[in-house]
């Protein structure tokens, strides 16, 4: 956490959970904005992929970005998603959980995110046929 962090009391703010709208088949996951005059702790997301029967390895990416246009923060998902496939894929805060088989879970950072900063989970190889679902995750906010 950045030493703001650690000043402000975090402890006495709630967890809340989000989800993003469930997009179409073929499309991108839209990205969750810290909104204004706030700031946040993202403490983990997930979604699911159903790939079509296409042949390509699909994997998803993990971004944190604090001014818009630079990546702070890139994490590459450890989960091939091939033709036909249903899958889970975590980014859970400091921490690792693999599970065999359709769920894999990578790290991102523990840290306060400003006004303005924006989280994406980003498929690459994405097929027109391929349903990602809602996305979901776990947060605390509080005042900027």
Known sequence: MTQDARAFNWDSI?????STADPAAGAQL?????????RMILYSMEATIVA???VATRIFFAYIRINGADTTYASLGGLNITASQTKLQSFMANSLV??????YGM???LMELPAGATILMY????QAGDNIGAMTYTYKEAPA
């Open 52 to 54: 079509d029967a296409t």
């Open 14 to 18: 709630p967890v809340k959970t989000g």
């Open 123 to 126: 498929a690459v190889a994405l």
């Open 98 to 103: 693999i599970t065999a088989g359709t769920q």
């Open 107 to 109: 790290h991102i950072p």
């Open 30 to 38: 839209a990205a969750i904005t810290v909104a204004a005059g706030k």
